[in-house]
């Protein structure tokens, strides 16, 4: 290997790393290419384990349909006569000298010298050397595994779908070292278990798939307070959740659709594309190609009992990121930590209720001497020095703000048996229909919560504020404070005032109220609908839609406990 400066004077030293050994996976070529483009977008995708598609990576697979499929056969290089022509498709090699391993689009060549194509999606760009270097760099990957099986391969052709083009790439002394270093570099990020710094203001940031998660801008943003984010990690949440509540239904799948059935009766068929999870009430039964299906496509199914208590989710594997569960749980055991983490969501919390009580006060403005009591909270909450304190504090504020949550409710006399009266809080089971509502409400974004963060990578059962107990998903409490009265309470407020849930939509039984199946149906609307509802963020400025918020949240939080933000910043509205 040619380890030369690119110019006479560029001091640069070579930094290799040592062969592969042990159990240490292969590099695949692909990982290559990206840590070329992007070593935090490498590091993100090889040691984190994360993945989105974006419309190139789906272009991008649509473009290998044809040479992903294998053909052709790549004889050993000691039994090619020197007339034999070589064209094999969909060939993987690996080596374990160099650490490295590929999947080979196509492979042309005559007699011992072969040439490695690879399909790229879109057209050939018009740049100095015929390619970017991220694809140069891949390629001359592919040219240095052929040559490690004994091939000769002086040169390769990276093929443009869109335009037809074939760019011939040479693997000369500079391609070669820029290769290597590029090898050398993602091994050792990877072993250091350091993530690298997100780029600024970059171009490259908007076209990546990743960006959603890697949040660059943001990440940059609460580090220096500097340059607004860029509203590139918003984006348009087509998915929605799919809720199933009548009795003895089944779910199954059809072709790229699932199909819900009652009494053995279709009644819905939703698109599979279309489909954030399943939530599933009561005694609901799924097919196992159904599952596999969900499972394959990381679509999470949220089961709950038929009254709407949140038993749990079924997901795929799960998660690769072990690095962000490794934070989590060693912050969890660190009572520092904890008191430090736990504090922002409480006073996070307590600035929304005040928020939201200020903003839905029925009669007139809200009297100052609750916005003071509220300050006292805060202020309270801010000072304690320890979880007892702290939840001491909470409560002080909660007593507060549902003694006076009955100023947000529309009053409606005369509808029946029950109405929407509220004294206090009470749960286990409640009492009367606000309450009913309330508790419902909470589960639903308990569950939100807990598949949220599932899905970014958290343990949802091991928190900082809430002690772990049995069945309770602690972290999804804990970061589900500061929403309750901006998603939960909020959504019972519209949903009693709006007129979208009345009073004969309840059961009362032994002292217990519910939700009936029809009721449930409107509030679930309501909280989706909630869910849906764009705020404008009041650190980034861009508007986003809470469900696309919490995901949002639940990153931040994990960039705070790996080291790249001082603070987990807590969402407080305006």
Known sequence: MINEPLHPLQAELPLPFPDLSGDLPLLPARMINEYQYCPRLAYLEWVQGEWADSGDTVQGRHAHRRVDRSSGDLPPPGEIEADTRIHARSITLSSNRLGLIAKLDLIEGEGGVVTPVDYKRGKRPHVARGAYDPE????????????????????????????????TVEFDAELRYLTQNAIDGLRLIAAGGQIPQPLEDSPRCPRCSLVGICLPDEVNFLKRMETPPRPMAVGLEEALPVYVQARSAKVAKKDETLEIFVDDVKTQTVRLAEVSQLVLMGNVYVTTPALNELMTREIPISWHSFGGWFVGHTIGTGHKNVELRTAQYRASFDERACLRIARGLVVAKIQNCRTLLRRNWKDSDMPEPILDGFRQDIDLARRAKGLAELLGAEGNSAARYFRHFKAMIRRKEGEGELDFDFNRRNRRPPADPVNALLSYAYSLLSRTWTTTLSAVGFDPYRGFYHQPRYGRPALALDMMEPFRPLLADSSVIQAINNGEVKPTDFISAAGSVALAPDGRKRFIAAFERRMSHEVTHPLFGYTVAYRRLLEIQARLLGRFLLGELDEYPNFVTR
């Open 136 to 167: 140069r760099v891949q390629l001359c990957v592919q040219g240095m595994i052929l040559e490690e099986h004994g091939y000769t391969c002086p040169e390769g052709v990276l093929y443009f779908v869109e335009s037809r083009e074939r760019v």
